[in-house]
């Protein structure tokens, strides 16, 4: 029962964080689009989006060694 739960615990943090990280993300790429901020702004917003996704990347990769690790146990 408690590996249940701290599975459970695991999945639902990831996915709370993957998606918080992906709204910030979605939300940059809508202002992007309009393009009614000045150039530096939109710049920044650029660089942003690119740590986002690599944000992204490393939950993902965080998720899968922390389920192989308590697994693999």
Not at 4 to 27: E, H, S
Request: glycine share 6%; net charge positive.
């Amino acid at each position: 029962m408690d590996t249940l739960i701290y599975l459970t615990a695991i999945t639902l943090d990831f996915i709370g964080k993957f998606l918080l990280a992906l709204l910030v993300i979605l939300v940059h790429n809508r202002i992007q689009k309009e393009g009614k901020i000045d150039k530096s702004v939109l710049k920044e917003m650029g660089l942003e989006k690119v740590v986002g996704s690599i944000a992204l990347i490393l939950l993902i990769f965080a998720y899968i060694v922390n389920m192989w690790a308590y697994l693999s146990n």
